[in-house]
């Protein structure tokens, strides 16, 4: 700063603020564009699966103190009692489908499809609207336990 000029010499900004500045436009640039894709109706194209290999349709009822009733949506039998402590992941991903039914004031009474297709991927699908989950990507463990759905014997 020289005397009575009043300005002060400005220093450059640090490559670190530099990097900083071009990761958030980055993410701002990104952000937008994806809105503005699904703002315009745009859906990414399906996986192709192939064919419907098995499918049952179920349905799943809370009976008191955390047990989960499921049922074979076709026949009405019960395939298996989900108890309090167990399967968190099938009540998890249940849970999940649930809240969006109640979003769109849909019950419970609709079934949803499990089905497994050529490609070997285990889908559960909400009948009542457009909400699906590949199982398989949640890992074989995970998969197997809606997998014992799709084959369970009635009780």
Not at 49 to 58: I, Q
Not at 69 to 76: S, W
Not at 134 to 151: H, I, K, Q
Request: overall charge negative.
């Amino acid at each position: 700063m020289t005397a009575g000029t009043g300005m002060t010499a400005q220093t450059p900004w640090p490559l670190s603020r530099w990097i900083a500045s071009a990761i958030g436009a980055v993410v701002v640039f990104t952000v937008v564009g994806v809105a503005s894709l699904r703002l315009s109706g745009y859906e990414p194209p399906a996986e192709p699966r192939g064919a419907m290999v098995e499918s049952r349709l179920l349905r799943f009822e809370d009976i008191r103190d955390g047990l989960v009733y499921v049922y074979d949506a076709e026949t009405g039998n019960r395939l298996a009692e989900l108890a309090p402590a167990e399967d968190s992941f099938i009540r998890g991903i249940m849970r999940s489908m649930a809240r969006a039914r109640r979003a769109r004031e849909i019950g419970m009474q609709p079934p949803f499809l499990l089905a497994r297709y050529a490609d070997g991927s285990l889908v559960l699908s909400d009948t009542a609207i457009s909400n699906e989950v590949n199982l398989v990507a949640f890992g074989p463990t995970n998969e197997a336990s809606f997998a014992t759905l799709l084959l369970a014997e009635p009780r």
